[in-house]
């Protein structure tokens, strides 16, 4: 079993920025692919970045350039930088892990807002 917690969700002012944190317990992180997702209100959850057990990482196209996912496997922990954050970002961010079986954490609220 892999569970995940997240953290460091918020709110901020638009243009503002949030650092995101994924913890995972068990030994097996280092070959784990990680992702995070985000679900609004009234929308479907949506891949926002995901770094392979590799380093290979991938972006949504409405956060590249803007958001960054990095992992440090000594720590058993992924990242989301988050800059430039706009209205639209607003939502419940969840952390995800998988390799055969998928893991869920329980999710940040993520709110930018004046």
């Known amino acids: 079993q892999v569970q995940l917690v997240e953290s460091g969700g918020g709110l901020v002012q638009p243009g503002g920025s949030l650092r995101l944190s994924c913890a995972a317990s068990?030994?097996?992180?280092?070959?784990?692919?990680m992702g995070w997702y985000r679900q609004a209100p009234g929308k479907q959850r949506e891949l926002v970045a995901g770094?392979?057990?590799?380093?290979?990482?991938n972006y949504a196209d409405s956060v590249k350039g803007r958001f960054t996912i990095s992992r440090d496997n000594a720590k058993s922990t992924v990242y989301l930088q988050m800059n430039s954050l706009k209205p639209e970002d607003t939502a419940i961010y969840y952390c995800?892990?998988?390799?055969?079986?998928?893991?869920w954490g329980q999710g940040t609220q993520v709110t930018v807002s004046s």
């Open positions: 995800n892990a998988r390799r055969g079986i998928t893991y």
């Open positions: 068990g030994s097996i992180f280092s070959i784990l692919n």
């Open positions: 770094i392979s057990s590799g380093g290979n990482t």
